[in-house]
Every structure is written in C-alpha cells, then in structure tokens.
C-alpha cells in the first residue's frame, strides 16, 4: 500500500511537467457558498491534487434556481459546464431534456472509472434512478425532515424534554401542553410542502402524485388531495387557528426563530444541524419525523432534498473520461464520510456512513444519524421513492399559496389541496406537452 | 415664425441618429419581436424542441383565475406605488425649494436611495417589517398592533408598495426640484404682493406650471411600476401570501426564470406589453391635455 502511494508521488513527480501540459479540463458549476462552497473547493481541490490528467475547474453560480439558469441558457448559447448541479425539484426537467444530459451510468461506463450503483443508499439514489434502474446523475447533497426539539423549552412548559414524540398524536397533545404551559411558539416548520406533504406522503405510503409520483410518466396527475394528506393539514390548520403552530414563511425562515430558542418544535432537514449546533444557546436534541399512528404504512421511510450533479451532453470523450473520474472520486468514502460529518448532509453510500459510525461520530454528536435510519429503515415503495414531477418549483409555489390559505383560515385543507391539485396538474399538462 | 435648423443632405442626420436606432433595435425591438413569436410555441427549457400551439399559451393564460386575479392586484399595486412615489417627492421638493441654507445637502440626502438597487431596497424594508426582528414591527407589537405580512395579505401589499415606491421618490424628487427651479420667481413675486398665500400661490401657479413634469412622471412611474418592480417583490413575499402581491411582472418573472417556461412566460411579456401600450396611449390622450407646456 505504501509502497504504492510513494510510487504513485514518484511518477506524479516526473511527470508533472508533461502532464500539466496535457491536463483536461472539467467544468463544474455548483450552488454553494459559504461554509458548503468552502468545502467544495477542498474537494476539487483534493482532487486536483491527487492526480494530473484532469483539472477539474468549479465555479459558483448563484443559488440553485440560478445555477440550474445558468446551465440552461449555457447549454443554448452552447457553452455548457460539464458537471452541473441541480437541486432536486429541477430533476424531472433534467430527466426530459435527453439531448442535454449524458445519463452518469454512461459517463461512468465510457470513462472506466470506479463505480458501482449497488453501493449507493438505495433512498437517496432513488430520486435520480430511471424506472430502468439506471443512475442518470451522482447524487451530491442531500438531506432529510427531521424533527428538533428545544429541551429547556419543553422544561420550562413543565413537559418531560425526553417526552416520546414519535408521533403526531403524541405531538398534538405536547402542543396542548406547550400551549398551556406558556409558550407562544410551540411548533414551527421550514419548507412546508417538502415536509408536510411530499415527506408527510412518502413516510405514509401514500401517493403524492400518480404513475409512481412521477416516475413511470409524464402523463402523472397530482394526488395530494387524498385523506391522508388533508387529515394532516386539517390538524395543522387547527393548531395554526389555536396559536399552536406558527408561520414564518415559505422557505427556513422559522430557523432562525429556533435558533434564537423562541420556539419548541420544528420540523426542518436533517441538514440544519449545522446551524443550530453553532447557534442554539439551548439544550436541544433531534427526533424522527412524526407520524400518524395508523394511518398508511407509517412510518415508511422519508425522501431527500438537496441535489445532484448532472453531466452534460456536447463535450470530447476525454473530458468525460475526466468528468467520470470526478464523480468516482466524490463518491469515494472518505470524502463522502467527511461531507456527511461536516455538513449534516447524509452519507451517500453505505459505507460512508458506516465509516462514520466506526469513527464514533455518532456516539459524540447525538442524533446525527437519525436521518440515516429514518431513510434506510425500510426498502422504498412506489409512494416512497421519491418524486418526478415537471414545473415543480412553480407547483410548490403553488402549494405554498394554497397552504397559506389553510394557515390564514381562509380555506378547508380539502378546498386548498383540490385547488392545488387543478392548478398543479394544468403545469403537468404544460410540461407534458413541452416534452411530448 | 419659428426657426429651423436644417442639416444639408442625409448622411450625418443618419449617422448621428444611428445609434439610438441599433440600440432601440437590438435591445428594444429584436426582443420584443422574438418574445411574440415564442408566445406562440411552448418550448422545452433547453431549447431542443418546440412545439407550436398557436394562442394556446394565451388561452391557457387567460382560462386561469389566478391570472386574471393578476390584472386587480396589479392596478391596485401600480396606483398606490405611482402616488406613493410621486405626492411624497412632490411635498419635499417643495419644502426643499424653500430652504435658502443647507438645500444641497438635502438635496444629496434625498436623492441617496434612488442610489439603492431595487433587491437590496427589499431586503432593507423586509428586514424593518421582519416579524420577529424587524424594528418596525417590534414598534407596532408594542403598540398592541399584530404585524404579519407573512400572512396578511393586505399588509404584504402596503409593504411591497412603500418598499417599491422608496428609492422612486429620489428620481421623482429630482425633476420637481428641477422643475420648481424653473418657475419664474416674478410670477410668484406678482401673486405674494396681490396678497395670495403659499397654498393658493402653490395651486394656481406652481402646480399648473408643473404639470408637463408631472405628466411626464405618472408615465413613468406608471411604466416602472408595471415593469420594474418585481426584484422588491421577489425578495420580500415571492408574490405571496396566497396571492396577494403576486402582480404581472412578477408573474412573468416567476414562470419564466424560476419555472422555465418560456412559451407561458412570453405570452405574458406581449399581454404586459399590449396594457401597458394601451395605458400610454390613454395618458397621452386624456391627461396631455390638461397639461400646458
């Protein structure tokens, strides 16, 4: 092994000069910045440094509405990056678009590089896994709805912290005595319908949209509308009449009213552990997202958020060859182990994960791997896969509109969800016909 | 008689207005040309097929309530940031007309915030109205008055009007100040020794006096309005809540660069295009005449 290594570093060494000349280039452009886009650079930069054949060149471009724009109209003027990351709401899109995209498990066959699809959390592949199995793009950041708890809160509303909140009929009463106790913000959430409906829907069993939630087809209509769904809702609507759940806006605004521990509950990624450990001057610990006891398969297994890196079509054989060589060293256990720790996000292979609960990581930072257990628990159903819908970043800004609705009183959850479903399936309609 | 300057010939008359029409044609007139002809098609995002559906995008448009709900939300959005913008930037250019000492640090003050980009301008009012931080709504709460754009429709819009029409006072306050500048002192002079008072001498002569600037800002401020405005939108409610502050151009804006739909997006921009075209027109011909230059 060592021998190997020293041998490697012998022949970096001589041939660098040559090889410096012939260094491909590969283009990556990503979403992040900050902490995440810090740790980003290290990667390419890792990588950069670990080999010599290709140079990997990552640029930021903006958030991930913007990033996935900027792929867009560079991918018209002809200009495209090789590696494009793309959050998870734009991946039926980036599904659609055949001429754009170079599926990864081609990119990963035509480079020769290391990979194997059965390596990867079968939940967090999933989303991006034609209904042929194929992997069509290298998962990257993602995370999952959890639910975070505000102890001193609990205590100081004369609630046991280590209260079982498992499910939401166990919350519903929590909240009564949170109410009762004092507190003016028992519940909170950060991204409603990623949690509340399309989470809520897989971790029930019950589907969010039809043909598979997307996946067998571009004729899927919306089925958000369905008891399970409204149920909920209706409870939430309740608890936002009696002062029980607060609403802070569309995005994670509600962090920052966790964080500064004026709320008790809220439901929020997995991926927020960063900022709450480093804000939070309360003690606090992370659950499992609620459930409703007997209704669907509950608990079934929750879907992920964040995104994946895609491969664009139009580039030479040899910049592939690079691109594939990047995306195998990503998913490599160390680095991914080391994304896992730093960032919250989850592990996206097995072994990472694995690595991680070897280090001790999860004995010292408590709950961190609730997230994972919560998303491999169970093999994932039709319902549970994940979703594919076109336009849905317009769709969930629709469901926010009508959420909103549920939240001011001005509507029943089924009026607002039968709404949401007429007005979301007319963009499926649309999207369809785009990419007929 | 009036005097004319003529230029002997075409060629300099051509060149020297050249440039204005390569730039009205490039960025005026190339695009608005291709955003009619992409209303016709719904495109795929990344521009590999496209597929002609005729006005489909217009009827598709115009059979969704939410949209045609776009049209009340929008006039009651551009009256309010037009008169919002302009009598404020009126009543300082008056009082910073009066002022003999210090008006051109005034003068600097006010015109600052038109210095503000329209996004900055939203994050800078959201967080006053924040409804946890904000200090203006911590103000309010003590007052025993509940601020909550998040979910109030009527206060999302009131915010996203001040926010929008804020930095537009700076721009109108400019031309009224110029404009004020230029009413003849002696007119004034005649009106105060005749015995009339500010207001009446403010009434009679100066307001009339104003009234091409006037005329020429409500066009204006009605145009941004319309077109400008959805950078504020964008960061403080994203159109919402439900769809309270959710106007044309926001619309426009949403589908086309947050949705990419380009076909339903473009539709949108010719539909903008046509009110905003009949509104110019209407202006020019009712409210020109009332104007003396």
Same mark, same amino acid.
């Given at each position: ?33 900050? =902490? ?9 930069? @890792? ?18 509405? /913007? ?12 200009? !495209? ?6 959050? /998870? ?11 754009? #995209? ?49 102890? @001193? ?15 939401? !009929? ?27 409906? /399309? ?46 759940? #607060? ?11 966790? =964080?500064?521990?004026?709320? $008790? ?82 592990? #996206? ?27 491999? $628990? ?9 979703? =594919? ?40 309609? =649309? ?6 | ?26 960025? %005026? %007139? ?15 995002? %990344? ?38 913008? +302009? ?40 967080? +006053? ?11 309010? *709460? ?14 999302? +819009? ?81 159109? *919402? ?6 106007? &044309? ?12 739909? &380009? ?31």
């Amino acid at each position: 092994m060592k021998k190997s290594i020293l041998g490697a570093l012998a022949a970096a060494t001589f041939l660098s000069p040559v090889a410096a000349m012939a260094e491909t280039e590969v283009q990556f452009w990503h979403a992040f910045t900050g =902490r995440l886009g810090e740790l980003v650079k290290e990667q390419v930069a @890792d990588f950069n440094a670990n080999q010599s054949d290709y140079k990997v060149v990552e640029s930021h471009k903006g958030n991930y509405s /913007e990033t996935l724009n900027a792929g867009i109209a560079a991918f018209r003027a002809q200009e !495209q990056p090789h590696i494009l990351m793309v959050f /998870e709401v734009g991946t039926a899109t980036m599904m659609a678009a055949a001429g754009a #995209i170079k599926p990864m498990h081609e990119v990963m066959a035509d480079s020769g590089a290391a990979f194997d699809p059965g390596a990867y959390i079968g939940s967090v592949k999933g989303y991006y896994t034609s209904t042929d199995g194929d992997m069509l793009s290298l998962p990257f950041n993602a995370s999952t709805p959890v639910l975070w708890v505000n102890r @001193d809160a609990m205590q100081a509303a004369g609630i046991d912290p280590d209260t079982d909140l498992s499910t939401w !009929q166990n919350v519903d009463a929590v909240l009564d005595q949170l109410k009762a106790g004092g507190e003016e913000c028992p519940l909170v959430t950060a991204w409603q319908s990623w949690i509340h409906l /399309e989470n809520f829907s897989a971790y029930h069993d019950v589907p969010f949209a039809t043909k598979d939630n997307g996946f067998a087809g571009l004729d899927t209509e919306l089925a958000l509308n369905g008891p399970a769904q409204v149920a909920h809702l209706t409870a939430m609507g309740e608890w936002a009449k009696e002062g029980k759940f #607060i609403y802070t806006g569309r995005r994670n605004e509600g962090g920052a009213n966790f =964080r500064a521990g004026e709320c $008790a509950l809220f439901t929020e990624s997995s991926a927020g552990y960063a900022g709450i450990k480093s804000e939070a001057e309360f003690a606090f610990d992370v659950r499992p997202l609620p459930y409703w006891e007997g209704v669907g398969n509950a608990p079934q297994n929750t879907i992920i958020g964040g995104a994946s890196l895609w491969v664009m079509e139009g580039h030479e054989a040899d910049e592939y060859k690079g691109a594939g060589e990047f995306l195998s060293f990503l998913s490599s256990s160390k680095i991914q182990a080391k994304w896992h720790q730093d960032t919250g996000y989850l592990p #996206i292979t097995a072994e990472a994960g694995e690595a991680t609960r070897i280090a001790g990581f999860y004995e010292e930072n408590v709950g961190t791997d609730i997230a994972v257990i919560q998303m491999t $628990a169970k093999e994932p159903t039709a319902n549970s896969k994940g979703l =594919r819908l076109g336009s849905f970043d317009q769709i969930r800004g629709i469901i926010d509109e009508e959420l909103e609705g549920i939240w001011s009183g001005d509507k029943t959850a089924q009026e607002a969800m039968d709404s949401a479903k007429t007005r979301g399936d007319a963009l499926l309609r =649309r999207f369809e016909a785009a990419n007929r | 008689m009036e005097k004319r300057v003529t230029f002997r010939g075409w060629r300099l008359p051509l060149l020297l207005i050249a440039p204005q029409v390569v730039i009205s044609l490039v960025f %005026f %007139f190339y695009p608005a040309a291709q955003a009619i002809w992409q209303s016709f098609f719904i495109p795929d995002p %990344f521009g590999l097929s496209s597929r002609f559906v005729g006005f489909g995008n217009f009827t598709f448009l115009f059979s969704d309530p939410f949209y045609r709900a776009a049209f009340g939300t929008t006039a009651v959005f551009s009256i309010l940031v037009t008169l919002c913008s +302009m009598i404020p930037a009126l009543f300082l250019a008056v009082v910073a007309d009066r002022l003999i000492k210090g008006s051109g640090v005034y003068r600097t003050m006010l015109i600052w915030p038109y210095a503000v980009a329209p996004a900055v301008a939203g994050v800078l009012w959201l967080f +006053m109205f924040n409804t946890r931080v904000g200090v203006v709504s911590w103000y309010l *709460g003590t007052l025993g008055y509940d601020w909550n754009h998040v979910l109030n429709g009527g206060e999302a +819009m009131g915010l996203v009007v001040v926010a929008s029409s804020w930095g537009r006072i700076s721009y109108n306050f400019l031309f009224f100040f110029a404009a004020l500048q230029a009413v003849p002192k002696s007119v004034i002079e005649a009106a105060a020794i005749d015995g009339a008072r500010f207001w009446r001498r403010f009434w009679t002569i100066v307001l009339p006096l104003l009234s091409p600037t006037t005329f020429f800002l409500l066009v204006v401020n009605v145009v941004y309005s319309f077109f400008e405005t959805f950078g504020v939108i964008h960061t403080i409610t994203g159109g *919402g809540p439900q769809q309270s502050t959710t106007v &044309l151009v926001y619309k426009v804006f949403a589908d086309g660069f947050v949705g990419q739909d &380009l076909g339903s997006s473009s539709a949108q921009s010719v539909i903008l295009l046509f009110v905003v075209g009949l509104l110019t027109i209407i202006q020019f011909k009712f409210v020109e005449k009332r104007v003396h230059y």
